[in-house]
Nanobody
Framework: QVQLVESGGGLVQAGGSLRLSCALS????????MGWFRQAPGKEREFVAA???????TYADSVKGRFTISRDNAKNTVYLQMNSLKPEDTAVYYC??????????????????WGQGTQVTVSS
């Protein structure tokens, strides 16, 4: 059973930046995709960004141009750099792993394993 542990959340003013990290408890496979999702109070969890093992990435329209997902396979870690943060980015952010992703582009749903989440709060 894999564990995903997120870190890097916190309180930041609008316009600021945060970098989230997600560490896996085992080596990533050479087929997996990693994703970031978020859930704001009273809302459903939504897709934020994802990256394939080979580095192809995709983003939700709401974060495109502001967030960047990356991964370090040697460290079994995926990152989410968040710039120009807005109050509407406030949410609990979760990372997830799709163990066997056979498509070139990473999926936006259907992930197998999830972390516990890290809170991001953006003040206006």
């Amino acid at each position: 059973q894999v564990q995903l542990v997120e870190s890097g959340g916190g309180l930041v003013q609008a316009g600021g930046s945060l970098r989230l990290s997600c560490a896996l408890s085992r080596r990533t496979s050479n087929r997996d995709a990693m994703g970031w999702f978020r859930q704001a109070p009273g809302k459903e969890r939504e897709f934020v960004a994802a990256i394939s093992w080979s580095g192809f990435s995709t983003y939700a329209d709401s974060v495109k141009g502001r967030f960047t997902i990356s991964r370090d396979n040697a460290k079994n870690t995926v990152y989410l750099q968040m710039n120009s943060l807005k109050p509407e980015d406030t949410a609990v952010y979760y990372c997830a792993e799709d163990v066997q992703s056979f498509s070139t582009m990473p999926p936006t749903s259907g992930y197998d394993y999830w972390g516990q989440g890290t809170q991001v709060t953006v003040s206006s």
